[in-house]
């Protein structure tokens, strides 16, 4: 009422009849607006100009005729839509109700006449009260009324339940009016699925670098300190405590080490397994920072051969190097595929290995 009096002051008169009643009396309405049956709403020309852009600008077009009642047609939409449209330029409120019955009107005439609070409270409403029956007319309203969330909404809306929507009457009907909608919303849908696979992949690559961290965390430990089966030389295993906490990794990599240092055919005769270790050592070497103090075998080999090599950059090694350095929580162990097996031309001796373990 604060705002109305704004917008009305010095028009409205105050008449007092006792010294305790107050009233307050609207001056005469000069306007009407015309809605689509025909029927005729009072309006007063300040509060439709003070809300409305457009509106003002009807309003303060030059009249053609001189006529003392002046007309604003709104048609196409349903007489109570309108009626709340007035209602709300009033008094910047409409109720939920109203927002069920006439949301996607409301949203029409805001949009059309510039009333931003109200296309913001429709914009909202409608999302809230989206369905799998209504998405396609929202969607299409949304996209005319320039509603960019509502819009987003929608097509979320669409892509997800997508074999049910095609099932509805919206859209078989836009299909047949709206082909250029119809391809706007298939390629909506392509790219959200490809966007859903791209986390998918990114999300196994996550997996795979913490299952590397955590290889590399148990080969450390095995080589420094011990497990079940395998150990230094000057460890004596029958002592030893038990498995440890990421024993299913621990494992594994103790069984591939055992292989590695009885294996006949191994890296050079192409055995996979051999492989494997190979390039958990190296991988090893790339990522420790205690060289000179280091029991993992091959550790300082491949790092004077990594600086040896320095000019002749691997980058899809250094990224698979940086991504493990940074992972450090992993479950089970798994090896990446890389596209070129790259195998240091590097001297091993198997009997070494066995000697400087307890296999
Ligand atoms: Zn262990
Ligand atoms: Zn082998
Ligand atoms: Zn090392």
Redesign the pocket.
């Given at each position: 009422m604060v705002q109305l009096k704004k917008k009305l002051s010095g028009e409205f008169k105050v008449r007092s009849n006792s010294p305790l009643a107050v009233v307050v009396e609207m001056p005469e309405s000069d306007l009407q607006v015309l809605t689509s049956v025909g029927l005729r709403i009072p309006v007063h020309s300040k509060i439709l100009a003070s809300a409305s852009p457009v509106l003002e600008s009807i309003i303060e077009r030059p009249k053609k005729r001189r006529s003392s009642e002046r007309t604003i047609p709104m048609l196409g939409v349903p007489y109570n839509a309108v009626s709340v449209f007035i209602q709300f330029i009033y008094s910047s409120k409409c109720t939920e109700e109203q927002m069920e019955k006439y949301g996607i009107h409301l949203l029409a005439l805001s949009h059309v006449y510039m009333v931003p609070q109200l296309k913001q409270r429709c914009t909202k409403g409608l999302a809230q009260r989206l369905k799998v029956e209504n998405v396609v007319d929202v969607l299409q309203l949304a996209r005319m009324c320039d509603a960019p969330d509502l819009y987003l909404k929608c097509m979320k809306m669409l892509s997800t339940n997508f074999k049910a929507v095609e099932e509805t009457e919206g859209w078989k009907f836009l299909q047949n009016h709206d082909p250029y909608l119809e391809l706007e919303i298939l390629q909506f849908i392509e790219e959200s699925e490809s966007r859903k696979k791209r986390t998918r992949r990114l999300r196994e690559e996550q997996r795979l670098y913490a299952q590397l961290s955590e290889a590399m965390d148990c080969l450390e430990h095995i080589c420094s300190e011990g497990c079940t089966s395998v150990g230094p030389n000057d460890m004596d295993l029958s002592k030893h405590k038990g498995p440890c906490s990421k024993f299913s990794t621990c494992h594994g990599i103790q069984l591939l080490i055992k292989h590695f240092g009885t294996c006949t055919k191994r890296v050079n005769g192409g055995c996979v397994r051999c492989k494997r270790m190979w390039q958990l050592f190296r991988l090893?070497?790339s990522i420790?920072d205690?060289?000179d103090e280091?029991r993992?075998p091959l550790?300082r080999a491949f790092k004077v051969k990594a600086q040896q090599a320095r000019c002749r950059s691997d980058a899809q090694w250094k990224l698979l190097v940086r991504k493990v350095a940074s992972a450090r929580v992993i479950s089970s162990l798994s090896l990446p595929k890389r596209k070129r097996e790259e195998e240091p031309r590097m001297a091993f001796n198997h009997q070494g290995l066995r000697r400087s373990f307890n296999l």
């Open positions: 090893h070497s420790c205690q060289p280091c993992v550790c």
